[in-house]
């Protein structure tokens, strides 16, 4: 059975070559006024009805059949080409099945001309319809890898990311990042280098703060359960966002948020340890200076991997000040223990506090 587009095809090619009869006229007529595209391309088959001049022999006939069909099948996918090399780098392979469709349809010069011109016009009138009606697919995108690294209690870690940063990671504490992504997320404390990439600021998400470096050596400290976050900036550029605020961080600056104030220290080397209190952890130092007994029992329970309890709250707020390199947690509590005087019991990984 002939389909619409077959009989479309066959009329017009007819009346190309003057051979419509007065009912196929007709038809075609009805055709063309009930789909405006079709009369658009009517009128643009009128153009191809002449013959090659004369003189022109049939292999030359042939190959301008051939590039003007190739030209028609450019112009159906939206392409511009200039020049005959273009042209021709067209593979033949599009134009074969046209032209034969074209020789088994019509005897004369003039029909094989008209009808193959009306194929490939057809094949236009194909991929408009399908342009409008189909957008283009959206390219998939491939799934983010994330990656989960963490640093139990009594370890420190030591990492390359993948953007060739380095990060150094304190005991309890653990990183989430994603390959290709200059981001992460931080729980706990770490100690990073940024590679520096101007056009693409390095994100640290740690607590409720958002710390974005361009270049920079830093410190950043927010352990779940613990009062205060804090950034400490060694050298670069780095700015904290913190709910209500942003905050422009200068080398040897530290900023603080506890119970939602914020505050802004200089830092510098303690004169009696000739180092950086934020950041001595990265060089196996466990410093604490005039620090509450709770909050060096939490450094103690991850720096030892050990449980921590007071039978009392009568040293919980008592401050204390330290410096350990290299000791076994039982000469570090026996050096805190002449330091306030309390006494202790020490049983496998538990201390109780008396």
Known sequence: ????????????????????????????????EQDPMLQALSSALDGVTDAPPRGVTEREEQQMM???????????????????GAEEAVPMEEVTGVKERSRRMLRIRLIRWSAAAAVVVFGTLGVFRYNKKTPPPTPMQAPVAWHEVAAKYGTRSYLDLPDGSKLW??????????????????????FFDIRHD????????????????????????????DSVVETTLIDG???IDMPGRAIALRPSEKVTMHNGVQQVHKVVADPTYKTII????????????????????????????????FGNDKYLDEELTG???????????????????????????????K
């Open 1 to 32: 059975m002939m389909s619409d587009h077959d009989r479309i095809t066959i009329l017009l090619s007819r009346r190309l070559a003057g051979e419509l009869t007065p009912a196929e006229e007709e038809e075609l007529r009805l055709a063309l």
């Open 66 to 84: 051939e590039r003007g069909l190739r030209q028609w099948r450019l112009r159906a996918a939206g392409l511009h080409v200039v020049g005959r």
């Open 169 to 190: 990671l304190n005991a309890g504490s653990k990183v989430q990042y994603a390959t290709g992504k200059r981001e992460l997320t931080l729980s706990g404390e770490g």
């Open 198 to 225: 101007p056009e693409h600021p390095f994100l640290i998400h740690a607590g409720n703060v958002v710390v974005k470096v361009l270049g920079t050596s830093l410190n950043v400290r927010a352990y779940p359960g």
């Open 237 to 239: 550029k780095a700015e």
């Open 278 to 309: 934020e950041t001595s952890w990265v060089e196996d130092k466990l410093i604490f200076r005039k620090e509450p007994f709770r909050e060096v029992a939490a450094k103690l329970e991850r720096w030892y991997n050990i449980r921590i309890r």
């Open 323 to 353: 410096y350990f390199k290299d000791q076994p947690i039982k000469n570090v509590m026996d050096a805190l223990q002449l330091s306030l005087g309390f006494h202790y019991e020490l049983a496998g990984d538990s201390i109780l506090i």
